[in-house]
């Protein structure tokens, strides 16, 4: 049974920095594509960023371009680096690995940006 647990968010001020992490058990972690979406209170959920199953490949939205960095490390763990948080990043942010039809969602861990 695959399951993903999210991890590192918290409460920081503008232009601050977090990293969030996502440990994945029970697949073939390798042959997943990988991505963090976010949704704050009374809105949809949103991406945010994918990686590819290399890594060689990656996609932002718009509103975190240059900003946060997606990655994949080698224990079934994928990152994501967020710098230069606004106040609008504030959402609960989830990852997500899927490949075809099999799609697999963590609980979420809250990222509050605030003074």
């Known amino acids: 049974q695959v399951q993903l647990v999210e991890s590192g968010g918290g409460l920081v001020q503008p232009g601050g920095s977090l990293r969030l992490s996502c440990a994945a058990s029970g697949g073939i972690f390798t042959q997943y594509l990988m991505g963090w979406y976010r949704q704050a209170p009374g809105k949809q959920r949103e991406l945010v960023a994918t990686?590819?199953?290399?890594?060689?490949?990656n996609y932002y939205d718009d509103s975190v371009k240059g900003r946060f960095t997606i990655s994949r490390g080698n224990s079934n763990t994928a990152y994501l680096q967020m710098n230069s948080l606004k106040p609008e990043d504030t959402a609960t942010y989830y990852c997500?690995?899927?490949?075809?039809?099999?799609?697999?969602w963590g609980q979420g861990t809250q990222v509050t940006v605030s003074s």
């Open positions: 997500k690995m899927f490949l075809g039809s099999s799609v697999y």
């Open positions: 990686i590819t199953t290399s890594g060689r490949t």
